[in-house]
């Protein structure tokens, strides 16, 4: 099984603020990778999908960098309605995992 | 616009059982694979089931293989997770997703809204 680290587990930051997330791969996933955003109360939502491939919809703010074990996702400069739960997910292998997620706060 | 809408969910005895259905309002229902992925309150985000498009494949987590049973009907355009021998640590809100591709391998693109399951005695 392929075990997701994200780290930081928390990151305080204020509106306007840029939020670096990162997510690490035990083995390689190359770019088989993804990024949701959970807000409270409410389902996850698709962010980014192999590494660095904005979803429907989702703002330019948003971004996803790596391949391999490193990857990133960048929000440029947080506004109000960015304040959530940011989770990786690796489809490479079965079975499909999860990292444990960042939660952004405000700070 | 593509929506997902889950059913089935309640509170349920140890060792008892409990079906979900998930209704997809999908163009080309029968192309993309699906999955189910659930959230322990409080806790993050696990994989339990995927299908492939055409039904004949299916992919389960260690921890519900044996267990739980994901099928689809196209025709209906609906999903449907049987869950048996359901244990306390089941107790999860569960998300019907749709994926990019047939496989069943690609991204959760959808997500439905979840249903909540609750095992206790």
């Known amino acids: 099984e392929i075990v997701l680290t994200q780290s930081p587990a928390t990151l305080s930051l204020s509106p306007g603020e840029r939020a670096t997330l990162s997510c690490w791969a035990s083995q390689s996933v190359a770019t088989s990778l993804a990024w949701y955003q959970q807000k409270p109360g409410q389902a996850p939502s698709l962010l980014i999908y192999d590494a660095s491939n904005r979803a429907t919809g989702i703002p330019a703010r948003f971004s996803g960098s790596g391949s391999g074990t490193d990857f990133t996702l960048t929000i440029s400069s947080l506004e109000p309605e960015d304040f959530a739960v940011y989770y990786c997910q690796q489809r490479s292998n079965w079975p499909l995992t999860f990292g444990g997620g960042t939660k952004v706060e405000i700070k | 616009e593509v929506q997902l809408l889950e059913s089935g969910g309640g509170l349920v005895q140890p060792g008892g059982s409990l079906r979900l259905s998930c209704a997809a309002s999908?163009?080309?229902?029968?192309?993309?694979?699906m999955s189910w992925v659930r959230q322990a309150p409080g806790k993050g985000l696990e994989w339990v089931s995927s299908?492939?498009?055409?039904?004949?494949?299916?992919y389960y987590a260690d921890s519900v293989k044996g267990r739980f049973t994901i099928s689809r009907d196209n025709s209906k355009n609906t999903l449907y997770l049987e869950m048996s021998s359901l244990r306390a640590d089941d107790t999860a809100v569960y998300y019907c997703?749709?994926?990019?591709?047939?496989?069943?391998?690609?991204?959760?693109?959808?997500w439905g809204q979840g249903t909540m399951v609750t095992v206790s005695s």
């Open positions: 997703t749709k994926g990019r591709f047939s496989t069943g391998r690609g991204a959760f693109e959808v």
């Open positions: 999908v163009l080309n229902f029968n192309y993309y694979g």
């Open positions: 299908v492939s498009g055409g039904g004949g494949s299916t």
